[in-house]
C-alpha cells in the first residue's frame, strides 16, 4: 500500500468505528453520515486489503487486523494532533469528555470530590466511570477507551505512566456494638469473627500473589494483606475464616450491620465508612503492607493540555481524600 493513497481521514474513521462499533454513532462523533462512514471505510478496505469490520448482531466486530492497527494508529493521531498543535485547554469552557477506570472504593473516595471540583472548574466536562476490575484493562488504555485508571499496581509497563495518589495501611471494621469493640482488637479475635473480604478477581481469573497481569500492568485483585493476615493467625495456629467474599465494598455496610463479622479494608474506605455512623474502625494488631493508590495512563498522553489537568485535578482530589497527589 502507498502512503501516497492514504487520505488521513480515513484514519479519523477507522479510529471512531473501532471506538464505537457502530456506524450511526462514530458518525455522530465525526459529523459526518453513516453513508459517508460507510464509504470511507469501504475506501480504507481497499488501501488495507483487509474487511477490517464485520457487521454482527453485537456491532461492527472488528477483524484480527483491525486489532492489530487500532493502537499504533490511535497513538500516531494523538501525535500528529500535538504536533500540529491544538488550541489551549480552557475547563471552564470545554465540553470535552473523559473515562476514568476505577472500583466503588475509589468512586467513593477520589472521583466523588473529583465531580465536586469539575462542578466549579469545568461545569461542562463530563465524566465516565467505568470499572477498573475489566479484564481488559490495559487493552483499554492502549486504545484510548480510558484516560486515567486508578487503583493499586504492582507493576506498570514504560508505555504507561503512573502517579502515586495514596498511600495508606489497613483499619478493620466491625458494627456498632460489637462484642470486640469494648477493648483493644487482638489476633484471636480474627479467628473468633469470620471475615467479609472484598476480592476484584480470584485465581480463576488468573491471579497471583493477590494481583491480576495484564499486557504488562499488574493490578490488585485483593483489597486487604491476606498473607499477613494469614502469618498473624498461624502463629497462634489459627487460620482466616473468609465467611462473605464480595466485589463491591460499597456492600459492607449492610453486611456488618446485624453480624459479629469483621472486614479489613484500606484506610481510607474505612474513614469513609465509618462517617455514616453504623460502623467502627480499629487498627488491626498485626503489621499488614502499605498500599499504595496510583493513576495509570498511557504515555501518549502526556503532554496532551486537557488530559494534564485531568490528572492535576485527580491529584488535589486525592491530596483532598487524604491522600498524597
Known amino acids: 500500500m502507498s502512503i501516497g493513497r492514504m487520505d488521513l481521514n480515513l484514519l479519523k474513521v477507522f479510529d471512531a468505528v473501532f471506538e464505537d462499533r457502530n456506524l450511526i454513532l462514530a458518525g455522530r462523533r465525526l459529523n459526518l453520515s453513516q453513508s459517508a462512514v460507510s464509504h470511507a471505510l469501504t475506501r480504507l478496505r481497499e488501501l488495507v486489503g483487509d474487511e477490517l469490520f464485520v457487521r454482527t448482531g453485537k456491532g461492527m466486530q472488528p477483524t484480527g487486523r483491525a486489532s492489530a492497527m487500532a493502537p499504533a494508529l490511535r497513538d500516531a493521531l494523538r501525535r500528529i494532533e500535538a504536533t500540529l498543535g491544538v488550541e489551549p485547554f480552557e475547563p471552564a469552557l470545554s465540553s470535552r469528555r473523559f473515562t476514568i477506570a476505577a472500583n466503588d472504593h475509589i468512586t467513593a473516595v477520589i472521583v466523588a470530590g473529583l465531580t465536586r471540583a469539575l462542578q466549579q472548574a469545568a461545569p461542562g466536562v463530563d ?8 479484564l481488559d484493562l490495559a487493552e483499554q488504555i492502549d486504545l484510548g477507551r480510558i484516560d486515567l485508571a486508578i487503583g493499586t499496581f504492582s507493576q506498570v509497563p514504560a508505555r504507561l505512566n503512573a502517579r502515586t495518589l495514596l498511600s495508606q ?29 472484598t476480592s476484584l478477581g480470584g485465581q480463576e481469573e488468573g491471579a497471583v500473589d493477590g494481583f491480576i497481569l495484564e499486557r504488562g500492568l499488574a493490578r490488585q485483585s485483593e483489597m486487604f494483606d491476606r498473607s499477613a493476615l494469614a502469618e498473624a493467625l498461624a502463629a497462634i495456629g489459627q487460620a482466616p475464616r473468609l465467611r462473605v467474599t464480595v466485589p463491591h465494598s460499597l456492600a459492607i455496610p449492610a453486611l456488618l450491620r446485624e453480624s459479629d463479622m469483621l472486614s479489613i479494608v484500606p484506610a481510607s474506605l474505612g474513614a469513609y465508612l465509618a462517617r455514616a455512623g453504623e460502623l467502627l474502625q480499629r487498627q488491626p494488631p498485626y503489621r499488614a503492607a502499605t498500599v499504595v ?19 492535576e485535578m485527580v491529584a488535589a482530589a486525592a491530596r483532598a481524600a487524604g491522600g498524597e497527589g
Open 169 to 197: 495501611g489497613e483499619v478493620i471494621l466491625m458494627r456498632k456494638g460489637h462484642p470486640a469493640a469494648r477493648r483493644k482488637l487482638a489476633v484471636r479475635d480474627l479467628a473468633k469473627y469470620a471475615l467479609v473480604t
Open 127 to 134: 465524566l465516565v466511570i467505568r470499572p477498573s476490575t475489566r
Open 293 to 311: 493508590t496510583r493513576a495509570v495512563w498511557h504515555g501518549r498522553n502526556d503532554h496532551d493540555a486537557a488530559h494534564a489537568w485531568l490528572r
